[in-house]
Nanobody, 127 residues
Framework: QVQLVESGGGLVQAGDSLRLSCAAS????????MGWFRQTPGKEREFVGA????????YYADSVKGRFTISVDNAKNTVYLQMNSLKPEDTAVYYC????????????????????WGQGTQVTVSS
């Protein structure tokens, strides 16, 4: 069973940067997709971005494209979400998630494609 632990959240000002980490344990080669999602109270958990462990392909929501970058460190089994030019609307609890191996890129964007979830880390961006 895959276990995910996020870290790196906090309170920052608009325009600042923050890097989230997601340490994965128990991962197998079949668990290739890693995603980041975020959620605010009363709203659905929304897709932020995703990456393939094996190929490094990345996928982003339009709202974060050009500001956020996802990367992996295979040696550390860790996925990172570098967030630059943060805006107040980026305030949310951020979750990392692990999914299977997908050859259709559309699967990376879907919440139901991910089977394991971390506990979440709060990111608050003040104006």
């Amino acid at each position: 069973q895959v276990q995910l632990v996020e870290s790196g959240g906090g309170l920052v000002q608009a325009g600042d940067s923050l890097r989230l980490s997601c340490a994965a344990s128990g991962r197998t080669f079949s668990s290739d997709a890693m995603g980041w999602f975020r959620q605010t109270p009363g709203k659905e958990r929304e897709f932020v971005g995703a990456i393939s462990w094996s190929g490094g392909s990345t996928y982003y929501a339009d709202s974060v494209k050009g500001r956020f970058t996802i990367s992996v460190d295979n040696a550390k089994n860790t996925v990172y979400l570098q967030m630059n030019s943060l805006k107040p609307e980026d305030t949310a609890v951020y979750y990392c998630a692990a999914g299977a191996t997908y050859y259709d890129s559309s699967y990376y964007y879907k919440r139901r494609s991910y089977y394991y979830w971390g506990q979440g880390t709060q990111v608050t961006v003040s104006s």
